[in-house]
């Protein structure tokens, strides 16, 4: 979505505030979330894969490789690597980023908005590992464990992976009632963040530490963050009786800030959110 179209949308929502009836204020609590735009980083890949490999084939010229056997392992290096980029060239770019929260809105009836509502949710791999649990599904901790024996090499491969993001919203509203449904538009600022925190443990011979240490710094594992603060305009619709409704909310965001790692993932302009709303 262009900036022009976000825009448009947050004038047309500013002319519908001033036109509305105002409503009570009330709380909510369910999903939330924002996108991720990972086109940047899918660019990124094969640069830190070629980077990964050329430690990696250093390394084997070092050791006396012979540069037949070289030539081999970069022919069988770059047919997966095309296929690799194939599957980015068809994987979506704009990702949802659930979250866990919550807004609890203050009624304000002045004469163009009806409220102020703020609003937040949050996510962890922790989190996560535990609703797993709950489900009765495990997931490995850590995600990779591989023992390595070939012959005189022998180590060993651990990685893991940790992860959190949180947004918070502040937002003015103003309501149109139905009865037993609503429609509800609202003005305002958002903070989002994430983070993703891969670990990598190799342990093999201490001649191969140089080489291991180098392909896992070329892949610039510390480079996965994100943040964004913006405006964003917001329409949702809620249906049921005011003291249980079910509401779902299509954000539209415009960013003012943004800054990101080195993979250089960045924040959609579009979010939303789903749950349950208690009015009164």
């Given at each position: 979505?262009?900036?022009?179209a976000v825009?448009?949308?947050?004038?047309?929502?500013a002319?519908?505030l001033a036109?509305?009836p105002a409503c009570?204020?009330?709380f909510?609590?369910?999903l939330?979330?924002?996108?991720?735009d990972l086109?940047?980083?899918?660019?990124?890949?094969?640069?830190?894969v070629?980077?990964a490999?050329?430690?990696l084939?250093?390394a084997?010229?070092?050791?006396g490789?012979?540069p037949g056997?070289?030539a081999e392992?970069?022919?069988?290096?770059d047919d997966?690597l095309?296929e690799?980029?194939?599957?980015?060239?068809?994987?979506p770019?704009v990702v949802?980023?659930p979250?866990?929260g919550?807004?609890?809105?203050?009624s304000l009836?002045?004469?163009v908005?009806d409220?102020v509502r703020?609003a937040?949710g949050?996510?962890?791999?922790g989190f996560?590992?535990g609703?797993?649990?709950?489900?009765g599904?495990?997931i490995?901790?850590p995600?990779?464990?591989?023992?390595?024996?070939?012959?005189d090499?022998?180590?060993?491969?651990?990685?893991?992976?940790?992860?959190?993001?949180?947004?918070?919203?502040t937002?003015?509203?103003k309501?149109?009632?139905?009865?037993?449904a609503?429609?509800?538009?609202a003005?305002?600022v958002?903070l989002?963040?994430?983070e993703?925190t891969?670990s990598?443990?190799?342990d093999?011979?201490?001649e191969y530490d140089?080489?291991?240490?180098?392909?896992?710094?070329?892949?610039?594992?510390?480079g996965?963050?994100?943040s964004?603060?913006g405006v964003?305009a917001s329409?949702?619709?809620?249906?049921?009786?005011?003291?249980?409704?079910?509401?779902?909310?299509a954000?539209?965001?415009l960013?003012i800030?943004?800054?990101?790692?080195w993979?250089g993932?960045?924040?959609?302009?579009?979010?939303?959110?789903?749950?349950?709303v208690?009015?009164?």
């Amino acid at each position: 979505m262009t900036r022009r179209a976000v825009g448009a949308g947050i004038v047309c929502c500013a002319i519908l505030l001033a036109v509305l009836p105002a409503c009570a204020g009330g709380f909510s609590f369910g999903l939330l979330g924002y996108t991720v735009d990972l086109a940047d980083a899918y660019a990124n890949v094969p640069i830190a894969v070629e980077g990964a490999f050329d430690v990696l084939d250093g390394a084997f010229a070092d050791f006396g490789l012979p540069p037949g056997e070289r030539a081999e392992v970069r022919e069988q290096f770059d047919d997966a690597l095309d296929e690799l980029n194939d599957a980015l060239d068809d994987a979506p770019t704009v990702v949802p980023v659930p979250l866990l929260g919550g807004a609890v809105e203050i009624s304000l009836p002045l004469l163009v908005i009806d409220g102020v509502r703020v609003a937040g949710g949050f996510l962890t791999d922790g989190f996560v590992r535990g609703i797993a649990e709950l489900a009765g599904v495990s997931i490995p901790e850590p995600i990779v464990d591989v023992e390595i024996d070939a012959g005189d090499f022998v180590g060993s491969l651990e990685a893991d992976v940790s992860f959190a993001s949180w947004m918070a919203r502040t937002e003015v509203t103003k309501r149109f009632e139905l009865l037993v449904a609503a429609l509800d538009l609202a003005l305002g600022v958002h903070l989002a963040r994430g983070e993703i925190t891969p670990s990598v443990t190799v342990d093999v011979p201490p001649e191969y530490d140089a080489a291991a240490a180098g392909v896992v710094g070329a892949l610039h594992l510390d480079g996965l963050t994100w943040s964004t603060f913006g405006v964003h305009a917001s329409v949702g619709i809620e249906v049921g009786p005011p003291f249980l409704r079910i509401g779902a909310t299509a954000h539209f965001i415009l960013p003012i800030t943004a800054a990101s790692g080195w993979w250089g993932i960045g924040v959609g302009g579009i979010g939303g959110s789903l749950g349950m709303v208690i009015r009164f």
